[in-house]
C-alpha cells in the first residue's frame, strides 16, 4: 500500500525555517511516472500548490511565484522521501502543510495521494 | 497564473438530490481539472481526473464533464456521506490551481 509519511516541527518562529519531510512507502521518489507536491491549506488562501519535484532522467523542480524566492524541496533517494524548506516565513505562511503525488504526464495531472497534513503555525 | 472560479461556494441540499458543481478556467486548460472532495479534518480525495474519468473506487454517482474553460461535477443522487466540500484543480499549466471550494450542506 502506498504512503505518504509526514514529518516536521508544527511550530516555527517568524523569521526562521519551515521544514517538513514525506518519507514514501510503495512508490518511488525517482519514479518516471509521478511528480511529488507540497500543497499548503488556510482559511484565508484556500488550498495553495506550492511545487513539485520529480525525475526524468534527471530532477526538476517547479515552485510557485508567490515563494520561489524563499521555498527549496530537497528529494532523498536514499532515504525515499522529500523535503520541503520555506525560508523567512511570517504569520502569512500558518497553514495545513500537505505532501502529495500527482500522476499523470505533460499537462494532465491528478493528485491520488496524499499525507495525512501537518499544521504548521507561525509564532513567536 | 490560470484562476479557477468554483460556483456556488456552498449549496444546501437533501439527500437523494442532483448536484452540479461548476468551475470555470480563466483560460482553456483543455480537461486538464480534476476534482476532490474533502471532509472536515480530512485530506482531499480525488474523485474525477482528465476532466471526465472517474477514479477508481469511486462511486457512479459522481460524474465530470467539460472542457476548455467550463466544468461541471454532478452528483446524481446525494447521499449522507457526500455532505462535505469539493474542489477543482487545474493541471494544464504550473502551478497548478484550485477553485475556491463549494461545501455541501445538509438542507
Known amino acids: 500500500q502506498v504512503q505518504l509519511q509526514q514529518s516536521g516541527p508544527g511550530l516555527v518562529k517568524p523569521s526562521q525555517t519551515l521544514s517538513l519531510t514525506c518519507a514514501i512507502s510503495?512508490?518511488?521518489?525517482?519514479?518516471?511516472?509521478?511528480?511529488w507536491t507540497w500543497i499548503r491549506q488556510s482559511p484565508s488562501r484556500g488550498l495553495e500548490w506550492l511545487g513539485r519535484?520529480?525525475?526524468?532522467?534527471?530532477?526538476?523542480?517547479d515552485y510557485a511565484v508567490s515563494v520561489r524566492s524563499r521555498i527549496i524541496f530537497n528529494p532523498d533517494t536514499a532515504k525515499n522521501q522529500f523535503s520541503l524548506q520555506l525560508n523567512s516565513v511570517t504569520s502569512e505562511d500558518t497553514a495545513v502543510y500537505y505532501c502529495?503525488?500527482?500522476?499523470?504526464?505533460?499537462?494532465?495531472?491528478?493528485?491520488?495521494?496524499w499525507g495525512r497534513g501537518a499544521l504548521v503555525t507561525v509564532s513567536s | 497564473d490560470i484562476q479557477m472560479t468554483q460556483s456556488p461556494s456552498s449549496l444546501s441540499a437533501s439527500v437523494g438530490d442532483r448536484v452540479t458543481i461548476t468551475c470555470r478556467a480563466s483560460?482553456?486548460?483543455?480537461?486538464?481539472l480534476s476534482w476532490y472532495q474533502q471532509k472536515p479534518g480530512k485530506v482531499p480525495d480525488l474523485l474525477i481526473y482528465?476532466?471526465?474519468s472517474l477514479q477508481s473506487g469511486v462511486p457512479s454517482r459522481f460524474s465530470g464533464s467539460g472542457s476548455g474553460t467550463d466544468f461541471t461535477l454532478t452528483i446524481s443522487s446525494l447521499q449522507p456521506e457526500d455532505f462535505a466540500t469539493y474542489f477543482c484543480?487545474?493541471?494544464?499549466?504550473?502551478?497548478?490551481?484550485f477553485g475556491g471550494g463549494t461545501k455541501v450542506e445538509i438542507k
Open positions: 502529495a503525488r500527482s500522476t499523470g504526464s505533460a499537462r494532465m495531472w491528478y493528485y491520488d495521494l
Open positions: 510503495g512508490d518511488s521518489v525517482s519514479s518516471n511516472s509521478a511528480a
Open positions: 519535484t520529480y525525475y526524468r532522467s534527471r530532477w526538476y523542480n
Open positions: 483560460q482553456s486548460i483543455g480537461n486538464c
Open positions: 482528465a476532466a471526465s
Open positions: 484543480l487545474q493541471s494544464h499549466s504550473t502551478p497548478h490551481t
